[in-house]
């Protein structure tokens, strides 16, 4: 008995560290993936020339970030200058500010890819091979929209890169960083792929790529490699309450940071498809409001006057499913779809309205330089009140100047707010509700009839106007 025991112990052991060996040896080895790749990684230093009496001011070191408010950021960190001394003069002095970040080399005569944020208002740009050269480089063009920066230095069969597509990377898939963080040149980190077309505040343009690779101040503008040693993304950003790694990484696609340099290396500029409309998340209430089988599209909430949509046809209150056969599964894949495509090209959408499919066909115009401003709501007094307590809301008639401010045919402005669905949903005065349970309001009457006629117990959709902006929220009635 002793010795069957000590057979199945021994048998255990070897199986255990069997599977322990087996694992191990699944683990990927980078060692030949940087050796190749780390030669055409860049450290990317610029210089600002800032005023004395503004950089005396400043600490050296890097800044305490504790106690800042959660949230997505630039996570580039500028490197404050070292206090200097004034001259015997008494002259006030121009000082360099010095900011580190990444980059890397995309062909052999010197062009360099990193993030806008990197050289942004930058008056010198120095790029440091991995050899320790030194080269000053010359912006070509940047676009912030999308965080992409191109530099061009005077070189010949300089290492370069491979690229990859970032449309074939899957979820899962070992990726591997080399940059700088708090400079330190040419730091390796390896993780996984967390998430594809991620999308970030104020980031409308760019379906992220999200790891999980450690990703500090420094590693900005810096490559994300698969495993065959393509780049696939650009390090571009951080989700952090400390100021480091945190476990949420976020990589620009290379797809879309080679289109964008192709346009900058051409054009000097980037072109963006437009469509001309403010739109929102579709969830379970207003998925229900508007009669579909699931949360899906992206609901129209606004669209501008004389734009390529209403040119189209598009209408508010529409759910765009997809865009020339894509489907829109969340409403911030559209805006990275249109924003490839080319102004002049066509775009047929599948849309969802007033509970029925529809085709359309717009041609997509250029995105403007620089977003049109929703003029604000004059929250005029020249209308009647009236009430409807099912809602707990007085409202009145728009004015003709500001429904031609709003550029509104119809809709009612909240006058005041009483206890009931309006005030738990958070309406309040000076909102202009435009529809109600998918029924346009044109004016405090039709409001009232609309409202008395609400379903109960069933998610209902109110579009609203807010300071100009306009988005749909949904409720349910009890009573």
């Not at 002095?93 to 010095?98: E, F, L, N, T, V």
């Not at 620009?252 to 290396?265: C, E, F, H, R, S």
């Not at 949360?295 to 499913?321: C, F, S, T, Y």
């Not at 707990?392 to 045919?409: I, N, Q, T």
């Amino acid at each position: 008995m002793l010795s069957l025991k000590s057979g199945l112990s021994a048998f255990l052991t070897l199986f255990l560290l069997g599977q322990s060996v087996a694992a191990h040896a699944e683990l990927p080895d980078f060692t030949t993936l940087v050796e190749a790749a780390a030669p055409a990684v860049v450290n990317i230093s610029t210089t600002q020339k800032v005023p004395d009496q503004v950089a005396g001011n400043a600490q050296s070191g890097i800044p305490d970030l504790e106690g800042l408010p959660p949230g997505f950021r630039e996570f580039f960190e500028r490197n404050l200058p070292q206090q200097q001394p004034r001259s015997p003069q008494g002259r006030q002095q121009q000082r360099g500010a010095q900011s580190l970040g990444s980059g890397f080399i995309i062909s052999p005569d010197g062009y360099v890819l990193t993030n806008n944020h990197v050289v942004s208002g930058a008056d010198e740009i120095i790029v440091r091979l991995s050899d320790r050269s030194e080269l000053k480089a010359k912006l070509i063009g940047a676009d912030p929209r999308t965080d992409v920066a191109l530099l061009k230095v005077e070189g010949k069969n300089l290492p370069v890169v491979k690229i990859g597509k970032s449309e074939e990377l899957k979820v899962g898939a070992w990726v591997l960083a080399i940059g700088s963080p708090f400079g330190f040149d040419h730091s390796a980190t390896a993780g996984i792929v967390s998430a594809k077309g991620r999308s970030l505040p104020n980031e409308s343009y760019v379906p992220f790529i999200q790891t999980d690779v450690a990703i500090n101040p420094g590693n900005s503008g810096g490559p994300l490699f698969n495993l065959n040693g393509e780049v696939i993304g650009i390090n571009s950003q951080i989700f952090t309450r400390s100021g480091g790694f945190m476990g949420l990484s976020f990589a620009i696609p290379m797809d879309v940071a080679m289109d964008v340099a192709n346009q900058l290396k051409t054009d000097g500029k980037v072109s963006r498809g437009w469509l001309g409309v403010v739109i929102q998340e579709v969830n379970k209430d207003l998925a229900e409001s508007f009669g579909l089988d699931k949360p899906a599209g992206a609901l129209v909430a606004q669209v501008m006057e004389d734009g390529p949509a209403a040119k189209g046809g598009l209408q508010v209150g529409d759910v765009i499913l997809s865009l020339n056969g894509q489907p829109i599964i969340m409403s911030a894949d559209l805006p990275h779809l249109v924003g490839r495509m080319k102004a002049g090209a066509k775009a047929e959408l599948e849309v969802i309205r007033e509970g029925s499919r529809k085709k359309l066909e717009l041609t997509v115009g250029n995105l403007p330089a620089e977003d049109g401003e929703v003029a604000a709501n004059g929250g005029g007094e020249s209308a009647v009140e009236r009430n409807s307590n099912r809602m707990g809301v007085k409202v009145a008639e728009l004015s003709a100047d500001e429904r031609k401010s709003l550029d509104l045919k119809g809709g009612v402005v909240i006058k005041e707010v009483q206890d009931g669905p309006a005030a738990l949903i958070g309406l309040r005065p000076g909102d202009v509700i435009t529809h109600l349970n998918n029924q346009a309001i044109d004016s405090a009457k039709t409001f009232t009839q609309v409202a008395q006629a609400l379903p109960k117990n069933r998610s209902v959709s109110m579009r609203v106007l807010r300071e100009g902006r306009a988005s749909f929220i949904t409720f349910k009635l009890s009573e």
